[in-house]
């Protein structure tokens, strides 16, 4: 039903003064009862819950499905990752069967002597003999507790040096920066052998080291084995310097701030007299005891 021009133009002049009327309508009663339109908000409401109650629960449903779908998501990637590891772990599983075939190969081909088993003593620094003539430390374990002389002497990063004196509770240890310390080494890079000599020094030189031999700052340094004083492959330290042909060694052990340190005992009896006085024999049933002098 279409409206005449006049009393559609009578409507829309109307139209805004009965809104205005409406609203102030309005704010008079929300102003003279608030209670009244409290109870009125109330009920249009409890009126539009189950309304929104039925709007809301698809949109809790698609919620929780996405919710499901990305968890499937990262469970499935989650997976993949540790079929790949899987994977990897086998690959490697088997690389490691294959070496342990070779070696087992390679010792029954040259009759290899397997390695001594070793024996460790723990012992704390009692006393520090550090000093301008001297580089030594002082253990509170000695020889009732399994300590030689010669036997390596090591902390968590590496070798300190080696057990010069035993008494029956104490031992002393010769750092590897004494001036009396001459340990037979090996450059790990490249293979070659020299000597880390001590000079009393932070930090000991190599000595006879081949000429023309590659080095560089940042070679690793161990033990090579030679002498029979320690075993092959013992940490020591690194390369620092190599100044005028002149090559010095960052030892890998604080050996300033030595409190606990490890006496290992590797089998090998070494180059050093054990005892400089040799134990007194028990004497025989129905012998007197002699008395021999040590000359």
């Keep these: ?116 088993p070793m024996t460790a003593i723990a012992a704390r620094v009692i006393a520090d003999s550090g000093g301008a003539f001297m580089r030594n430390v002082l253990l509170n374990a000695g020889a009732r507790d399994g300590v030689a002389r010669g036997q390596a002497a090591l902390s968590g990063e590496g070798l300190i040096g080696r057990i010069s004196e035993v008494g029956e509770r104490t031992a002393r240890v010769l750092l590897l920066t004494d001036l009396n310390s001459h340990i037979p080494v090996t450059l790990e890079r490249s ?41 092959p492959r013992l940490p020591v330290g690194e390369v620092v310097d190599v100044t005028g042909g002149v090559v010095r060694i960052e030892p890998y052990a604080e050996l300033s701030r030595l409190q606990i340190i490890r006496v290992v005992d590797y089998g090998l009896a070494g180059v050093l007299p054990q005892n400089v006085v040799p134990p007194a024999r028990a004497p025989r049933p129905g012998k007197p005891r002699a008395v021999e002098a040590q000359r």
Excluded: C
């Excluded at 930090?203 to 940042?218: D, H, T, W």
């Design 1 to 116: 039903m279409r409206l005449s021009p006049p009393v559609r133009a009578a409507a829309q002049r109307l139209a805004l003064p009965m809104l205005v009327f409406v609203a102030g309508v309005l704010s008079v009663l929300g102003k003279a009862d608030i209670l009244f339109i409290d109870r009125l908000r109330e009920t249009v409401g409890d009126a539009l819950s189950p309304v929104l109650e039925l709007v809301a629960e698809p949109m809790t449903s698609v919620a929780s499905a996405v919710a499901g779908v990305e968890d499937a998501i990262s469970v499935y990637r989650q997976n993949e990752i540790l079929r790949q590891d899987n994977q990897a772990l086998l690959q490697w599983e088997e690389v490691a069967r294959r070496l342990a075939a070779e070696n087992a190969a390679l010792r029954d081909l040259t009759k290899l002597v397997p390695e001594q």
């Design 191 to 231: 293979s070659e052998h020299a000597v880390l000599d001590g000079d009393n020094s932070d930090r000991p030189r190599l000595v006879f080291l081949a000429p023309k031999v590659p080095v560089e700052i940042g070679d690793r340094i161990v033990t090579s084995g030679a002498g029979g004083v320690f075993p």
